[in-house]
T-cell receptor, first 109, second 114 residues
Framework: AQRVTQPEKLLSVFKGAPVELKCNYS??????LFWYVQYSRQRLQLLLR??SRESIKGFTADLNKGETSFHLKKPFAQEEDSAMYYC???????????FGTGTRLQVFP | GAGVSQSPRYKVAKRGQDVALRCDPI?????LFWYQQALGQGPEFLTY????????KSGLPSDRFFAERPEGSVSTLKIQRTQQEDSAVYLC????????????FGPGTRLTVT
């Protein structure tokens, strides 16, 4: 079965500290990898995707096929980064996203 | 422009009642997805449409769940004889293409079965 593991339910840091949200996925073909974010009282939205190789709001994510990981990183966290983050691979043969259980990031001033 | 909309936003049903949840995708979007999100969990896939064709319904938990998209735009998720375990947020998402396109999510319908 296709699985996504986000080991941390909650990650708390102070403003300006580096952040790494972990994501490991089960291997089944070559999934495309996404990170979605949900800010308080807002809908789920795309943060970044591997295929674009871009940095969004200072976040980057590196795909490590050997470790089947797609960890999300930001060197200096900001208070506005506080949100729920979901890692979600998409398997080409299904078009569906498989979401992890999410990591709540809290950034304190 | 208008995003994905869902109605109602909140629904309380007595156990055994039937409910219908509506999703209006972004105009022109080919793909439409339904997800179920239980409290404290990530969204779980229910079903997927490409235009009016339901290509994957592997995530529907039982035959009490039924989804349709008859004209390839608006979609309805129907749950018959609701049970307490059906209580969750039901999310609809649409995307403009087939494959690894961004999925745009609606605000969700929070269903509470009492």
């Amino acid at each position: 079965a296709q699985r996504v593991t986000q080991p941390e339910k909650l990650l708390s840091v102070f403003k300006g500290a580096p952040v790494e949200l972990k994501c490991n996925y089960s291997y089944s073909g070559s999934p495309e990898l996404f990170w979605y974010v949900q800010y308080s009282r807002q809908r789920l939205q795309l943060l970044l995707r591997h295929i674009s190789r871009e940095s969004i709001k200072g976040f980057t994510a590196d795909l490590n096929k050997g470790e089947t990981s797609f960890h999300l990183k930001k060197p200096f966290a900001q208070e506005e980064d506080s949100a729920m983050y979901y890692c979600a691979p998409l398997y080409y043969n299904t078009d569906k996203l498989i979401f992890g259980t999410g990591t709540r990031l809290q950034v304190f001033p | 422009g208008a995003g994905v909309s869902q109605s109602p936003r909140y629904k309380v049903a007595k156990r055994g009642q039937d409910v219908a949840l509506r999703c209006d995708p972004i105009s022109g979007h080919v793909s439409l997805f339904w997800y179920q999100q239980a409290l404290g969990q990530g969204p779980e896939f229910l079903t997927y449409f490409q235009n009016e064709a339901q290509l994957d319904k592997s995530g529907l938990p039982s035959d009490r769940f039924f989804a349709e998209r008859p004209e390839g735009s608006v979609s309805t998720l129907k749950i018959q004889r609701t049970q307490q375990e059906d209580s969750a947020v039901y999310l609809c998402a649409s995307s403009s293409g087939i494959g690894p396109y961004e999925q745009y999510f609606g605000p969700g319908t929070r269903l509470t079965v009492t």
